[in-house]
T-cell receptor
């Protein structure tokens, strides 16, 4: 069984651009959550998708959006990039939603906004 | 609004001794707490958890203690091993809310 993978590993964008980050969940995992980890901080919850529907959202503006696909892949899209969006973006998959379901994290995508 | 706090950014412990990592929280609605371990260039991995109805949970060398009245939890690692060197995050969640709230992390270094 393969783990959670993310692509790309690193990415450099400029302010105002748009970016799409990708995540491949473990097979059979119906839930994917996305987190932003700024330097020196803990991961901050962006949103969660369960069976292709948004299932909870943190304090992030609407320019952060996501998609989850039936093949256990998902995307995080960020529009109108700002300098403060520079961070490590982590996705995590779990079998089902709910806190008792262990989340398995990918290695992250490091986004730098210049 | 930091609802989960880890006040020690770093901790160094001699190999074989006990490592104690601390975490405080402010939201009394939290009813499930988790510890994650993170190595460089890898995602966090789940280590151990505790429900708010318990005050202790043990798994091998790892024990988590919860003091609800003080809104404090701690992770004990004994004996500490070099492979335990990593960043440790505590996290909290409450049932009905899918948002896992993390602390800022403590970098643990085990000295051989």
């Amino acid at each position: 069984e393969t783990g959670v993978t993310q692509s790309p590993t690193h990415l450099i964008k400029t302010r105002g651009q748009q970016v799409t980050l990708r995540c491949s969940s473990q097979s059979g995992h119906n839930t994917v959550s996305w987190y932003q980890q700024a330097l020196g901080q803990g991961p901050q919850f962006i949103f969660q998708y369960y069976r292709e529907e948004e299932n909870g959202r943190g304090n992030f503006p609407p320019r952060f959006s996501g998609l989850q696909f039936p093949n256990y892949s998902s995307e995080l899209n960020v529009n109108a990039l700002e300098l403060d969006d520079s961070a490590l973006y982590l996705c995590a998959s779990s079998l089902e939603a709910g806190p008792l379901n262990e989340q398995f994290f990918g290695p992250g995508t490091r986004l730098t906004v210049l | 609004d930091q609802q989960v706090k880890q006040n020690s950014p770093s901790l160094s412990v001699q190999e074989g001794r006990i490592s104690i990592l601390n975490c405080d929280y402010t939201n009394s609605m939290f009813d499930y707490f988790l510890w994650y371990k993170k190595y460089p260039a890898e995602g966090p991995t789940f280590l151990i958890s505790i429900s708010s109805i318990k005050d202790k949970n043990e798994d091998g060398r790892f024990t988590v203690f919860l003091n609800k009245s003080a809104k404090h939890l701690s992770l004990h690692i004994v004996p500490s091993q070099p492979g335990d060197s990593a960043v440790y995050f505590c996290a909290a969640i409450y049932f009905g809310n899918e948002k896992l709230t993390f602390g800022t992390g403590t970098r643990l270094t085990i000295i051989p």
